[in-house]
């Protein structure tokens, strides 16, 4: 006769013990997802999920930062936009006073100094647009952090009417030429500022000391040069403004294309996070439901089962 295996009382206990240990961290961690409404709360959860979570989040990480260069450049733009159209606005009212003392008596001296004088305060103000700062840093003085035309409000060399007048020191480009630029996606930078230089221009040809022409011009009632050299050459400087705001809104429209790509790359990174790491809430609590009667049955089950005795209990 062959021998039969006994099961000890000891052994079904330990069984049953087991079992309801893995029924109980079953449903802890359906408990978990549906509390968190995550399918992966820790790495033992998913191993291979948790790796590719990692890796995704990073690259989330890197395009969100790629989105904040871009919405950062946008405002700096923004910034240079707002103070070119007040400086095509100021050199308006400039030709409209070049035109006024072009046509005006040599005679009304009153008239015409006092069109000189509004020239100085309009110079003074489109000097204050070129100091512009976003942030802190001067908008126009490219990679550098100073003041792009720093003796411009110097007494002396910056007043025309003075003997140590120098147009050429004080309204000399303190700037660097190297435009701020943004990195707004992998290997792709772009320009976010305009120099000085190319703005306002440099010394002895900027619009600062063709201001102060016009307004030595209007002074004296030279009628013939407001009419000519210097109405051509503020429509000049005019247009060089007027190109450069262009350019401005140009640069403006690339990089805001640049961000609604990084910001459209980071939600498609993190429905993909979201396809690994959500859980489904139907299906959880379908199971949670389960889990929890299942863990119950077993629980009564095993109490009625494993009843102790009196020589365990004396043990």
């Known amino acids: 006769m062959s021998d039969l295996s006994r099961v000890t009382q ?4 330990m069984l049953m013990v087991a079992d309801l240990e893995s029924s109980l961290a079953n449903l802890t961690t359906l408990q978990q997802e549906a509390a968190t409404g995550k399918a992966l709360n820790q790495p033992s959860d998913n191993p291979a999920g948790t790796a590719e979570v990692l890796a995704l989040n990073a690259q989330i990480g890197r395009f969100q ?3 904040a260069n871009a919405s950062d450049g946008q405002a700096w733009l923004n910034t240079a936009d707002s103070a070119l159209g007040s400086v095509v606005k100021a050199l308006n009212q400039v030709q409209a006073d070049v035109v006024s003392g072009a046509n005006s008596s040599a005679q009304d001296t009153t008239g015409l ?6 020239v100085l305060v309009i110079k003074q103000q489109v000097l204050g647009l070129a100091a512009t700062t976003y942030n802190n840093r001067y908008i126009f003085s490219g990679t550098y952090g100073t ?3 720093p003796q411009g409000s110097a007494s002396g060399v910056s007043d025309p009417n003075s003997p140590s ?3 050429a020191a004080a309204y000399a480009y303190a700037g660097s030429t190297t435009p701020v630029t943004r990195v707004v996606a992998p290997g ?3 320009d976010v500022s305009l120099t000085g230089d190319q703005v306002f221009g440099s010394g002895a040809s900027s619009v600062f000391a063709l201001l102060d022409t016009i ?5 004296s009632g030279n009628s013939a040069a407001l009419s000519g050299t210097d ?3 503020l429509k000049a400087a005019m247009n060089t403004v007027i190109q450069a705001q262009g350019d401005v809104g140009a640069l403006g429209a690339g990089i805001a294309s640049a961000q609604a790509n990084a910001t459209n790359a980071v939600q498609s990174l993190q429905a993909q996070v979201a396809d690994i790491s959500d859980a489904d809430e139907a299906k959880v609590a379908t199971e949670l439901n389960l889990a929890m009667t299942s863990y119950q049955v077993a629980l009564a089950t095993t109490a009625r089962v494993i009843q102790p005795s009196l020589v365990n209990f004396l043990q």
């Open 147 to 149: 003041n792009p035309y």
């Open 188 to 190: 792709q930078t772009t």
């Open 113 to 118: 100094q006092a069109l000189a004088q509004q």
């Open 165 to 167: 007048y120098d147009p």
């Open 215 to 219: 307004s030595k011009d209007l002074a």
């Open 231 to 233: 109405l051509s050459q």
């Open 65 to 67: 930062q790629y989105a």
């Open 10 to 13: 000891q052994s079904a206990s």
